[in-house]
Each structure stands twice: as C-alpha cells, then as structure tokens.
C-alpha cells in the first residue's frame, strides 16, 4: 500500500511568487493534515480536513494561504504572495477516518522542502 | 493546553553507548505520547506511542519510553547506540477531539549524533 506522497519534494521560489503543494493521502483515509516546520523550530499544525472539508484550520497563518481538498482525495496548499518567512518544510499527513477508540494514528509523508529567497 | 518540552536540540553519543533524548509535556487531560523519528531526507516515521496501559512501551528499532505521569516526562531511551540512529527525533503529544480526530503539538527536536 502506497504511503503519504508529496510534490514537489523541494522548491525555491522568489518573495511575492505563488506556490503550490500537493499531497495525496493514503487511499480510504479521510483525515488530512498539514503542518509546517519553520527552520530550528517545532513543527506546528496548520490545518486538517474530514474528506472535502476543513474541521479545523487554526494553524493557517494568515490569508495568504489556502489549503484545498476538493473530491476528498489530495490536498493542495497555495502560498499567495509568499514571503521570506514562509520557508521551511511542510509536512502532509494521513488517518483513517472516525473509529470508537478516538485516537486515529497520523501517517506522515515525505515533506516538501520550500524555500522563498 | 497541551505542550512539549525537548531538553537538548543536539545530542552526541559514542557507538554502543546509551542513548537518552528527554521529552516532558503540559497536559491539562491524560495525554496521548508519540515519539516521531526523521532520517536524512526521509518522512517522519512513527517510533512509539503511549495511550493507555503498560507505561513502558517499545517501539522499533530497540527504542522504548516510559510513561511517568508524576514526572510528566516521556523520555526515549535505547540501550545501545548505532550508527544507523543518527537522525532527528520528535516527541508530541496529541489533542483529542471528539469525532476521532486528533491534532498533533510536537516538540522542537533533538538531532543525535553518533560517533565511533
């Protein structure tokens, strides 16, 4: 069974450009998240999706950001206009969907390296 | 609200030694542990987890983590470093939320190195 996959693996970009990421969760799983680890920092959630919708965006930093889920399947972030303080590393993560126990295990892909000079 | 705390962003071990990465977290409700391991320019990989019962649990790889709610601590330990472990490692604890949801808040970190 495939893995959490994300793309691109790494990308540099200029201030003020647009970028987007794309993850394509495990297939069945309803839960996505993103999180973001900014450089020597802790990585932080950013926000999380049940199927096509957004349960829980609290993390997202600003409105130049926007995470999609159309269909339910992958996941697309846009960073719009990105700023030097966007770089880091964004993390992409999968669960299946709602169970008794509660706790549903997170299964992270590869993360996509962006760096914004 | 929920937090981490990683004592040591780097920590240095020599083959065959003891490996220790201390990890203590904030919980106001019975957390739910995780260690997380990255190798260079790989994913984030689930090492072990605490959720309920045996406080000491083991994961991959030989490494284990005792529970100890007094202490609020959740450190790592193996008993015998390799040069294979070299790599970051992340301790988090998760917010459950009703629905089947959880949202994971890490720590910042501890990259091991081993030497020989």
């Known amino acids: 069974e495939a893995g959490v996959t994300q793309f691109p693996s790494h990308s540099v970009i200029e201030k003020g450009q647009t970028v987007t990421l794309r993850c394509d969760p495990i297939?069945?799983?309803?839960?996505l998240y993103w999180y973001r680890r900014v450089m020597g920092k802790e990585i932080k959630f950013l926000l999380h999706?049940?199927?096509?919708?957004?349960?829980?965006e609290s993390g997202m930093p600003n409105n130049r950001f926007l995470a999609e889920r159309t269909g339910g399947t992958y996941s697309t972030l846009k960073v719009q206009p990105a700023e030097l303080e966007d770089s880091g590393v964004y993390f992409c993560a999968s669960s299946q969907g709602l169970r008794l126990s509660r706790y549903n295990e997170q299964f992270f892909g590869p993360g996509t390296r962006l760096t914004v000079l | 609200a929920q937090s981490v705390t990683q004592l040591g962003s780097h920590v240095s071990v020599s083959e065959g030694a003891l490996v220790l990465l201390r990890c203590n977290y904030s919980?106001?409700?019975?957390?739910?542990l995780f260690w997380y391991v990255q190798y260079p320019n790989q994913g984030l990989q689930l090492l072990l987890k605490?959720?309920?019962?045996?406080?000491l649990v083991k994961g991959i790889n030989g490494f284990e983590a005792e529970f100890k709610k007094s202490e609020t601590s959740f450190h790592l330990t193996k008993p015998s470093a390799h040069m294979s472990d070299a790599a970051e490692y992340f301790c988090a604890v998760t917010i459950l939320f009703s629905g089947g949801y959880n949202k994971l808040i890490f720590g910042a970190g501890t990259r091991l190195a081993v030497h020989p």
């Open positions: 605490y959720t309920t019962g045996a406080t």
């Open positions: 297939s069945g799983h309803d839960n």
């Open positions: 919980s106001s409700v019975p957390p739910y």
């Open positions: 999706f049940v199927k096509e919708s957004k349960q829980d």
